[in-house]
RNA sequence: CGGGGUGUAGCGCAGCCUGGUAGCGCAUCUGCUUUGGGAGCAGAGGGUCGGCGGUUCGAAUCCGUCCACCCCGACCA
């Protein structure tokens, strides 16, 4: 299949060579620098065709591994009836970073910052038995809290893009299960993207227990300091062939049977005994997901039940599981990034080549750039072609500002004889080629 | 919400103290020269100096007020 026509002469991508003042952190720099985003207002961002790729990326990731995992993908909506929330009792408890709004009705609404009570009232209603559990629903929609203080860019907006999952199950054998399945989707989710998530414990709420997960990326900027065990870092868990049907707890464990705490979870003594010196690592890291089990707290508020076997009346369990999509993206930049831009991930890039035709007014150059460009679309390579006249260094610069995986450099020097060089972001190693060998390395 | 800071062209900034009708670099446009890592020369366009009010013959500049944005802290995905 052939992928869209990308050309830099057509493509709106407003690159800005020098750093806005705004801008503190290394995400939020190159991502506006980058024509990724542009601020609208406090912690409220447009995103722009190459923002809104990486965006689209993630969120394709986020969704097969979801399904994969057998939940089912549906869409609420972003404005919700304020009844609901008082029915939780959270349109009391939650506090000025709930937007509230009035329609023209002057009825009661808010623009959601999660959607636990309007999932809650989906099910009660619909579902009946203990037969027609478990069910794990998730959605990819935009959130809104008004936080008093939003900063580094999209990594702490008000307005962001969210995947969150609810489990809806008849016991806490089964809701664990529902959670472990959440727990090693995540886990792959996160790899797929290039980072490794090392899940931590966090705070459990009322229930108690060891049912709530942060996933946190170690990046300097992170927010927050964490300690873990090493061995964290080892295990690949995308060599594992998982089979969501069997039980996921030996799986899991091998995770929760380390130690991995933030700093407000820590506790230095346990870490001190549990880990041994050379094992002990600690850094600044970011939370990218948080899952958690909160048992009957909605359910019961909501009168969220089903029927038993005995016909007896069950409150339902519950968990609710997150991941940040938006932040993802500034996640993955503060991950992958040098001074000269952002180096993407493969499987995030928005294209996965630039091509870079340093003097599109030369014939050969021309005729060649042409040619590897048509040859990467039909091969369905994403492919960006840098096609506007101007200097090479600006060209080179603007290419790794934005990060792609593979730059496909054809320039006059090369171009009479059929060579093209090929330079890789990441290693910055460039190899003059033959066109067919270098497309055939940025396919492979 | 406490403390601090900043608003002047698309981006980065100077000018403000000591009022006199707005400037620099980059970007943009035109021409010539250049051409493999953010070019050179010549010219051009682009501003209600965050808003409102006041002082003054005259306000980007002084005074008041409001707003926006940023940073530190508290809070949080």
């Known amino acids: ?53 990486v965006l689209k990326k993630i969120s394709e990731i986020v969704r097969s591994e979801q399904n994969i995992a057998g939940a089912q993908e549906m869409l609420m909506p972003t404005i919700q009836p304020a009844d609901i929330w008082k029915e939780s009792g959270r349109y009391d408890a939650y506090g000025p970073e709930l937007l509230r709004i009035r329609d023209r009705h ?65 016991n806490y054998g089964a809701a664990r299960r529902s959670y472990n399945k959440m727990f090693v989707a995540y886990l792959r989710t996160f790899a797929r993207m290039g980072l490794t998530a090392i899940p931590m414990r966090a705070e459990s709420g009322p229930i108690g227990g060891d ?7 170690m990046a300097d900027t992170g927010e927050s300091q964490v300690f873990c065990h090493a061995d964290c870092f080892d295990y690949n868990v995308l060599e594992e062939l998982v089979d969501y049907q069997s039980d ?63 016909g007896g009346r069950v409150t339902m ?11 993802l993206v500034g996640a993955i930049i503060e991950a992958n990034h040098d001074d000269d831009g952002i180096i993407w991930p493969d499987s995030v890039a928005p294209f996965r080549v630039g091509v870079v035709n340093l003097k599109p007014e030369d014939h050969k150059c021309n005729v060649l750039g042409g040619e590897v460009y048509e040859k990467l679309r039909t091969n369905g390579i994403d492919t960006l072609y840098e096609d506007r006249e101007g200097r090479a260094g600006v060209k080179f610069a603007n290419m790794d500002l934005i990060g792609l995986p593979w730059q496909l450099i054809i320039g006059p020097r090369g171009a009479a004889g059929g060579r093209v060089e090929l330079k890789s972001r990441k290693t910055g190693q460039r190899d003059e080629l033959s066109m067919e060998d270098a497309i055939k390395r940025v396919i492979a």
């Open 211 to 217: 049912m709530s997960h942060e996933f946190i990326i």
């Open 248 to 310: 996921l707890e030996p799986l899991v464990s091998r995770w929760t049977d380390l130690y991995a705490a933030t700093d407000e979870q820590h506790d230095s003594s346990e870490f001190e005994r549990s880990v041994p010196p050379d094992k002990r690592c600690e850094a600044r890291g970011i939370e990218v997901g948080h899952i958690f089990y909160f048992g009957t707290k909605y359910s019961e508020a909501m009168g969220a039940f089903v029927s038993g076997p005995d």
């Open 317 to 327: 369990e519950m968990g609710s599981y997150g991941i940040g999509v938006s932040r």
């Open 106 to 170: 002057n009825r009661d609404m808010l623009y959601g910052p999660t959607n636990e009570e309007q999932i809650t009232e989906i099910i009660r209603s619909c579902v009946k038995s203990y037969r027609d559990l478990p069910k794990l629903l998730y959605h990819i929609q935009w959130k809104f809290r008004d936080e008093v203080r939003p900063r580094f860019g999209i990594m702490r907006g008000r307005e962001f893009l969210m995947k969150d999952c609810y489990s809806f199950d008849f």
């Open 1 to 53: 299949m052939k992928s869209k026509d990308m050309r830099l002469s057509e493509y709106f991508l407003p690159t800005l060579k020098e750093n806005p003042s705004e801008a503190q952190i290394a995400s939020h720099r190159l991502m506006l620098r980058a024509g990724m985003i542009r601020q609208s207002s406090a912690g409220i961002y447009s995103w722009l065709p190459l923002g809104e790729r």
